[in-house]
């Protein structure tokens, strides 16, 4: 779990509630062993912790174990890297970052500290080649590219190889209703079964919504679809990240509230519902 005011990165093993520090020292500061404003972080096939080092403009890598980072990538004239919202891996141990000041997700393959921009670039619009304050991504194993486009309130989804998108959840105005989100921050897919779900977090609609491949039919509102925010186990207060473990469970960070959340998803024939688990 990224502790971004607290410039940690925690780990909680199943079944309890008290946290093992894996990175950061507590404060914040851009050595080796510290961090600044953490906004996301990944486990790559070695059991190695990558974390998106916002507020220091550079990714930093945690070989497991240890506490001291190796750093991968960071701003330069050659690099751009502005605030970084979400970072995730590949099958191919690749990672990809969320630049949300210069609206694009960026690539890095392994050994290499260049970034090559998947998504986005150049200046925030609502076309399909653009992204305007983009947070979250997720790559599936196909390695198409989903990202969270924040400020035009959709997601939006890229094939390998292509720079032109298009969206599969959101209509570009912001609300409440099947067809929209207030702030798209963080985006999951379920590749399980014949059937594809996207998962979007609606941070200003403070609940999570899914969309199938029928992106024309709408979303349906899964969490928090209490109608307002709040602190019961039915509700959310700033949801920011989602994930699924391999049970199919999934986990919302409720930023505001303070708490991971993890709910089990059930999908009846006639709709869908979910159990709050603490």
Same mark, same amino acid.
């Given at each position: 779990v990224?502790?971004?005011?607290?410039?940690r990165?925690l780990?909680f093993?199943?079944?309890?509630t008290?946290g093992?520090?894996v990175?950061g020292?507590?404060?914040a500061?851009?050595e080796?062993n510290?961090l600044r404003g953490p906004?996301?972080v990944?486990?790559?096939?070695y059991?190695d912790?990558?974390?998106a080092d916002?507020?220091?403009?550079?990714?930093?890598?945690?070989?497991?174990?240890?506490t001291?980072?190796?750093t991968l990538?960071?701003?330069?004239s050659?690099n751009?890297?502005?605030q970084m919202r979400?970072?995730?891996?590949?099958?191919?141990?690749?990672i990809?970052v969320?630049?949300?000041?210069?609206?694009q997700v960026?690539k890095?393959? *392994?050994? @290499?500290?260049? &970034?090559? !921009? #998947? +998504?986005?670039? %150049?200046p925030? $619009?609502p076309?399909t080649?653009? /992204? =305007?304050?983009p947070?979250?991504?997720?790559?599936d194993?196909?390695?198409t590219?989903y990202?969270?486009?924040?400020q035009?309130f959709?997601v939006?989804?890229?094939f *390998?190889? @292509?720079l032109? &998108?298009t !969206? #599969? +959840?959101g209509? %570009?105005?912001? $609300?409440s209703n099947a067809?929209q /989100? =207030?702030?798209?921050?963080?985006?999951?897919?379920d590749n399980n079964?014949?059937v594809?779900y996207?998962?979007?977090?609606?941070y200003?609609?403070?609940?999570?919504m899914r969309w199938?491949t029928?992106y024309a039919?709408g979303?349906?509102?899964?969490?928090?679809?209490?109608?307002?925010s709040?602190?019961?186990?039915?509700?959310?207060r700033?949801?920011?990240?989602?994930?699924?473990d391999?049970?199919?469970?999934?986990y919302?960070?409720d930023q505001?509230?303070h708490?991971?959340?993890?709910f089990m998803i059930?999908?009846?024939?006639s709709g869908?519902?979910?159990k709050?688990?603490?």
């Amino acid at each position: 779990v990224c502790d971004r005011d607290n410039y940690r990165i925690l780990k909680f093993t199943p079944n309890s509630t008290t946290g093992i520090i894996v990175a950061g020292n507590g404060t914040a500061g851009n050595e080796s062993n510290q961090l600044r404003g953490p906004k996301g972080v990944a486990i790559d096939q070695y059991g190695d912790i990558i974390v998106a080092d916002s507020d220091n403009y550079r990714i930093q890598k945690f070989v497991n174990g240890s506490t001291s980072g190796i750093t991968l990538a960071f701003n330069s004239s050659i690099n751009p890297l502005g605030q970084m919202r979400d970072l995730h891996i590949d099958v191919n141990n690749n990672i990809y970052v969320t630049d949300s000041d210069n609206n694009q997700v960026v690539k890095f393959i *392994p050994f @290499s500290s260049i &970034g090559v !921009i #998947v +998504a986005g670039g %150049g200046p925030p $619009g609502p076309g399909t080649d653009q /992204l =305007s304050g983009p947070f979250g991504n997720f790559i599936d194993p196909n390695g198409t590219l989903y990202v969270a486009d924040d400020q035009n309130f959709r997601v939006m989804k890229y094939f *390998p190889g @292509s720079l032109n &998108g298009t !969206i #599969v +959840a959101g209509n %570009g105005t912001a $609300g409440s209703n099947a067809y929209q /989100l =207030s702030r798209s921050i963080s985006v999951i897919v379920d590749n399980n079964g014949s059937v594809k779900y996207i998962y979007v977090a609606d941070y200003g609609n403070a609940r999570i919504m899914r969309w199938t491949t029928n992106y024309a039919a709408g979303g349906v509102c899964v969490i928090g679809c209490t109608g307002s925010s709040g602190v019961a186990v039915t509700q959310l207060r700033g949801p920011r990240d989602l994930k699924f473990d391999r049970h199919g469970n999934i986990y919302v960070t409720d930023q505001a509230n303070h708490r991971i959340q993890k709910f089990m998803i059930q999908i009846p024939a006639s709709g869908c519902s979910s159990k709050s688990s603490k």
